[in-house]
């Protein structure tokens, strides 16, 4: 495993961690066909393995994942970072107390090790949220504060507002394909030393190669991913035909390949989503290789030649949903 300091906070991360949001959808989030044993048995592996940043959030099965995360790690909590979030209805002043509470909980932890805000809210001034973020910390209920899904310019308001913490991740949406993140975000993050989660970094599972126009997930997360439009799933064969071709010859799977792909950056931490103990152990070994400058090149070719079906694609997922 390959680790990284999680912001300036001295904190070894695993560059791979484990994300929980399956382990709290609902069946018909991302599908029936596992069950709470198997994502306890994931997180333990996780952790055998040498993966400690594990990340849930209040919202996930409103509380279920957080409950199922407290399960798995109990025997283990000092060797975990364990990171949750707060949704951004609960981002005014007493929200946030009363939400860290309520996840301490569901945990069953003293301390959490990362809280990070879901969403900005508008509508809530970030001051506010920052000033209860800052009591967390000094009352020792949280250990550091992060943010998710904040554009560069709401995540230096968020740390202008900050009197005695800063903020050490944003956690937002990054992968070959979706790539918004490098923009502005990533030189900010390497510059400033802030680590940038990636979520949803094998695409919600497309990088993994096991899904096409003719083999679609039937779960209802996936149906109304653009990404999974049978038109985009054909234009995207020519990346995970050469993801496959790099992954035979390394004796690896495009899975792998497309998480080193991103854990090049040592400011960049992935947290796959995981349904069972198999795909962790993929996911952990995905670090014991780096890909060839010449491999990076061909990635970035087949991408660069990618022209995918944005917008007004939407109207179609109405129909796919009905499928
Ligand atoms: N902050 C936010 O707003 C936000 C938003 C989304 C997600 N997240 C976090 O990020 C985590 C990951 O994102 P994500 O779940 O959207 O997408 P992802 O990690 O790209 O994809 C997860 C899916 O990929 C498949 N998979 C994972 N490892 C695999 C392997 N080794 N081999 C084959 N298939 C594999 C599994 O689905 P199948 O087996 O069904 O194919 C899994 O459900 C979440 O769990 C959550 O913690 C945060």
Not at 119 to 127: C, K, L, Q
Not at 150 to 156: A, G, K, T
Not at 159 to 176: A, D, G, P, R, T
Not at 235 to 245: A, D, N, V, Y
């Amino acid at each position: 495993m390959i680790f990284t300091e999680l912001g300036k906070t001295g904190l070894k991360t695993s560059q791979v961690g484990v994300g929980c949001w399956q382990a709290g959808s609902k069946s018909w989030g991302w599908g029936k066909e596992y069950g709470e044993r198997d994502i306890i048995e994931a997180i333990r592996t996780a952790v055998e393995l040498g993966i400690n940043f594990i990340d849930t959030a209040e919202m996930y099965g409103d509380g279920k994942s957080e409950r199922i995360v407290g399960k798995a790690i109990k025997e283990v909590r000092e060797r975990v970072i364990i990171a949750t979030k707060v949704w951004p209805t609960h981002l005014a002043y007493n929200g946030v107390l009363k939400a860290c509470k309520r996840s301490l909980e569901r945990l069953g932890v003293d301390v959490i090790d990362l809280y990070q805000i879901h969403w900005p809210n508008p509508f809530i001034p970030i001051s506010q949220t920052m000033r209860a973020m800052e009591r967390l910390v000094k009352e020792g209920k949280i250990r550091h504060i992060g943010v998710s899904n904040f554009s560069l310019r709401q995540l230096i308001k968020a740390q202008e507002s900050l009197k005695s913490e800063e903020i050490v991740s944003n956690q937002v949406k990054y992968n070959m394909i979706e790539r918004d993140a490098e923009k502005e975000l990533l030189p900010y993050a390497e510059k400033n030393k802030i680590t940038i989660i990636a979520y949803s970094p094998l695409a919600q599972g497309l990088l993994t190669g096991k899904y096409d126009q003719y083999h679609l997930p039937d779960d209802t997360v996936r149906k109304v991913n653009i990404l999974f439009d049978r038109e985009n799933l054909k234009r995207l064969q020519p990346l995970i035909s050469l993801l496959k071709t790099i992954a035979s010859k390394r004796g690896k799977k495009p899975s792998q390949i497309a998480i080193n792909w991103l854990i090049r950056r040592p400011e960049v931490v992935v947290i796959p989503g995981v349904k069972r103990a198999e795909q962790v152990k993929e996911n952990a070994s995905a670090t014991d290789f780096r890909l060839t400058d010449d491999e990076v090149k061909m990635i970035d070719e087949v991408l660069r030649s990618i022209r995918l079906v944005k917008l007004s694609s939407m109207l179609r997922i109405p129909l796919r949903l009905l499928t």
